[in-house]
């Protein structure tokens, strides 16, 4: 086999932006806007923002090369380290080579085919369980709504956990002040700012992290003190022990428990926001879903083994987080210099994989900024078969979830939540739009802000 990687050693171009801070303004003004008009210089892009020399690709084919086929020569790189040190979160998202291996070999059992099974009849009956708590012609904050019900879903299955509501108002509270600060202060124009500098923002966040922090130690002790012996992941993090027989510190255990907190429902709830919101203004989708769940679950609620006939449903999600992509971008960092698509790469420069531009680019998709489910089914009609990977496109011209060795560990958790919480949902209300328009910004997910529905039940 060839060596993948070319000879030449080309230097990308790339906005020139301001003298000494690049294009950190534009990036914090609006990170989207500056990701897909970046696209304008090509495939490979190089620019400066927050200090730090960039280089984004936005071929499929350059995205595979750096997230499988050559993800040996990548870290995640002092970025995204540089981050969790900001948002005080370690655990297996940011840990690397061997130690990587070792957290992520232990908690992947909590991850498996027969685990996530197990998981189904909680993610429906608390989704039937929030949709008793609303009323006919209630107006909901539906973010808000929707990661209550992830976190309780989360609790309850990953934890074995019933979460009570003050407990629950704390983790939330904590996201809501990271996002918020993560928003203006490590994204946002904040960043230009001294980190000495006191800041509101800041303090409430420092706040609510030492808060949650002493949540997750009240949990893990009450767990030991059980004496429970369950093959859940707070059981498996508080008892349990690494592949090499060693056990977590208290350190790690809290870093992994809150990693899930924060990954395991948020993401979740932002891709359920967006596919929700997206769906009441499309009726063609709604009757097609709504076709399908009367031919697949009649007058009951959808279980985990009608999964594969819901390929509307699915499509429906999958289009969802191909248009807000819960995360709109992965960074990584060569160990080595190397080059991708004949462009030099040097060691502390960070690789960009812009998945928010690359959903959108016209070469992979027709209509890219259109809401189409219908791109990812085969032919016409509610019973017919999702089309994952179609022969014209590339396969990382779609990669919300990420790829290669690293690919979120929660993929299959998050997709049948996703799956089985709209059929639910759709199945027992209507949603009808009252925010007309969603003002999107990135924060710790791609938060869509206030988007206020209408609930109508059937």
């Not at 808000?144 to 407990?167: I, N, P």
């Not at 946002?188 to 808060?211: I, K, M, N």
């Not at 977590?248 to 359920?272: V, W, Y």
């Amino acid at each position: 086999m060839s060596d993948p990687r070319p000879t030449s050693s080309a230097t990308a171009s790339g906005p020139r932006g301001l003298p000494l801070i690049g294009s950190t303004l534009s990036f914090a003004r609006d990170p989207l806007a500056l990701l897909e008009s970046n696209a304008e210089y090509g495939d490979v892009v190089r620019y400066e923002a927050f200090g730090r020399d960039l280089v984004a690709f936005y071929d499929p084919d350059h995205v595979e090369q750096v997230l499988v086929s050559r993800s040996d020569e990548f870290w995640r790189g002092e970025f995204e380290h540089e981050f969790s040190d900001v948002i005080d979160v370690e655990g297996v998202l940011f840990a690397e080579g061997e130690e990587w291996k070792r957290q992520r070999l232990m908690l992947q059992s909590a991850f498996t085919p027969d685990q996530i099974r197990s998981y189904a009849d909680a993610m429906v009956e608390e989704t039937v369980r929030a949709i008793d708590g609303w009323t006919d012609g209630e107006v909901v904050d539906l973010e808000e709504e929707l990661s209550a019900l992830t976190l309780t879903v989360l609790a309850r299955s990953l934890f074995d956990l019933e979460l009570d509501e003050d407990r629950g108002a704390r983790v939330r509270r904590w996201v809501h002040a990271m996002s918020e600060y993560t928003a203006r202060e490590v994204f946002g124009a904040g960043a230009l700012v001294p980190g000495w500098v006191p800041s509101r923002t800041a303090r409430r966040f420092e706040h609510a992290t030492a808060d949650v922090r002493s949540l997750v130690e009240q949990l893990v002790a009450e767990r030991r003190a059980s004496g429970a012996d369950g093959d859940d992941l707070l059981t498996l993090l508080s008892t349990g022990e690494y592949p090499d027989g060693t056990r977590p510190s208290s350190d790690e255990i809290g870093d992994q428990l809150m990693t899930f907190l924060l990954a395991g429902h948020e993401t979740t709830a932002t891709a359920l926001t967006y596919a929700c919101w997206l769906l009441a203004g499309d009726d063609e989708s709604r009757e097609r879903l709504e076709s399908e769940l009367e031919i697949v679950c009649g007058d009951r609620d959808p279980t985990m083994a009608d999964l594969p006939e819901l390929a509307v449903t699915e499509a429906i999600g999958r289009e969802a987080m191909r248009l807000y992509p819960p995360l709109p971008f992965l960074h990584r960092e060569p160990h080595e210099e190397t080059s991708i698509g004949g462009y030099r790469i040097s060691p502390g420069t960070t690789v960009q994989l812009p998945m928010y531009a690359i959903h959108r680019d016209e070469r992979w998709w027709d209509d890219p900024d259109e809401f189409r489910p219908d791109r990812w089914l085969e032919g016409e009609g509610a019973d017919l078969p999702l089309v994952a990977d179609p022969d014209d496109r590339p396969e990382y011209a779609y990669f919300p979830f990420g790829g290669g060795p690293r690919h979120c560990i929660g993929m299959r958790f998050a997709m049948t939540e996703l799956q089985l919480t709209l059929a639910t949902l759709a199945r027992r209300v209507d949603l009808e739009r009252v925010t007309d328009s969603i003002e999107t910004d990135v924060g710790i997910t791609l938060d869509p802000g206030l988007v206020e529905m209408r609930v109508r039940t059937k």
